[in-house]
């Protein structure tokens, strides 16, 4: 039996009616319809899945949908929106978020399956280090728990590049 509770997505409240254990990256993409988060491994080992859940990053395929109750989800989706709040906004305004246009900037992605993810993990390392050195870069896409953030075309250095510019830009 489903039980409804709410969560807020990418700055809107959203009732969701799929059962508690239900895995969050499944609510995202096949209720809410959001295409950022990607299944990568289902076991929360490669980080395509990754999503902030109040800011913090969480692999969404072996997150409960009840563990973000009466929180905030960020998608990718929902990047704008958030870098839009940080400077006191209350709409997007249809700008990109310094990571993703970073990213267009630094053409980061060959397949892209895994860029979602790793967008993610950038904006939270630069929401908490502001001037990341690249040893912080790499420590946040390496070390962090629950696992490395992988990506099989190897775009690595381009990674490194493009969490540089966004983080010059945010200080801009």
């Known amino acids: 039996m489903a039980d409804q509770l ?4 990418n700055g809107h409240d959203r009732a969701i009616t799929s059962a508690p254990e239900t895995p969050l990256l499944y609510v995202l993409r096949n209720e809410l319809r959001l295409s950022g988060p990607r299944y990568g491994c289902g076991l929360a080992q490669c980080g395509a899945c990754a999503v902030l859940v109040d800011g913090a ?6 997150t409960p949908i009840a563990a973000t109750a009466g929180k905030k989800v960020t998608t990718l989706e929902g990047l704008p929106l958030l870098w839009a709040q940080s400077k006191g906004a209350t709409a997007d305004g249809g700008t990109l978020h310094p990571v993703q ?5 630094e ?15 950038a904006a939270e390392l630069l929401a908490t280090n502001p001037s990341p050195s690249v040893a912080q870069i790499k420590d946040a896409y390496t ?6 953030h992988l990506c099989r075309c190897g775009t690595y250095a381009a990674i490194i590049r493009a969490v540089q510019r966004a983080s010059m830009t945010m200080k801009s």
């Open 6 to 9: 709410t969560t807020n997505v």
């Open 57 to 62: 990053e969480v692999r969404s395929c072996i």
């Open 101 to 105: 246009q970073a990213w267009i900037d």
């Open 107 to 121: 053409q980061v992605p060959q397949c892209g399956y895994c860029q979602s993810g790793m967008m993610i993990a």
């Open 143 to 148: 070390n962090k728990p629950p696992s490395p």
